[in-house]
């Protein structure tokens, strides 16, 4: 991960659907170092947000810069090289089911890196997922399916961590894992949280109400 501090910076940006849009005139600068929840009801547009944040989803309207003070901008959607900077976790990500976990991980690897220290059985071990390290993904639970995307985004080397309803599918134990994953491994990075459920974003610093930008 570099030293430099990220920002992404979203000006006027907006995104529609056929006609409708989902949210307009969104302006807001988020800084690493800082938790950002986005929030709303089912349908008020916080995932599409997101996707439009990690540049998944293009937006309509306005712009978005991913930049480094010392280093300039790291990249527009026009230049998708940003992707580096950013990991996510979101329930609508697919896995490729017919690789076992071990094997998933490696893949990922070879285009993030992993944190400093964070070799593969140690990431499976912290999540829970030991047992089934070479157990392939299709025979997973819904919730070791979610575990896994955690890892997957958590030990990521990024500066920026973007987590749609992380808990999605997750148990008493599973939701305590993602608290003690955003204990540990979220110091000095830039996170944004899209959830409607106060357990998955009480640690954040800003909180912005989606609805605010129709």
Aim: hydrophobic share 35%; net charge neutral; aromatic share 10%.
């Amino acid at each position: 991960m570099t030293n430099d501090l990220m920002t992404i910076s979203l000006t006027n940006t907006g995104k529609r659907y056929n006609r409708e849009w989902i949210f307009r005139r969104f302006s807001y600068q988020f800084e690493q170092g800082k938790k950002y929840a986005i929030t709303g009801p089912n349908g008020s547009g916080k995932s599409t947000l997101l996707q439009v944040i990690a540049g998944a989803t293009l937006h309509n309207e306005g712009t978005i810069e991913y930049r480094q003070p010392e280093s300039g901008t790291l990249g527009t959607l026009a230049d998708t090289q940003h992707y580096k900077y950013l990991s996510i976790a979101a329930p609508y990500l697919e896995l490729i089911e017919e690789m076992t976990a071990r094997e998933m991980l490696s893949f990922h690897a070879g285009f993030k890196p992993f944190l400093p220290d964070a070799d593969i059985s140690s990431i499976l071990e912290t999540v829970g997922l030991k047992t089934a390290t070479n157990k392939q993904i299709r025979y997973y639970s819904s919730g070791m399916k979610q575990r896994l995307k955690l890892a997957q985004a958590f030990f990521s080397d990024t500066p920026a961590l973007l987590l749609d309803e992380p808990t999605t599918n997750l148990d008493a134990d599973g939701i305590a894992l993602y608290l003690t994953l955003i204990s540990k491994y979220t110091k000095d990075r830039l996170v944004i949280v899209s959830s409607n459920v106060k357990q998955e974003y009480d640690f954040c610093e800003e909180v912005i109400a989606i609805s605010s930008y129709k």
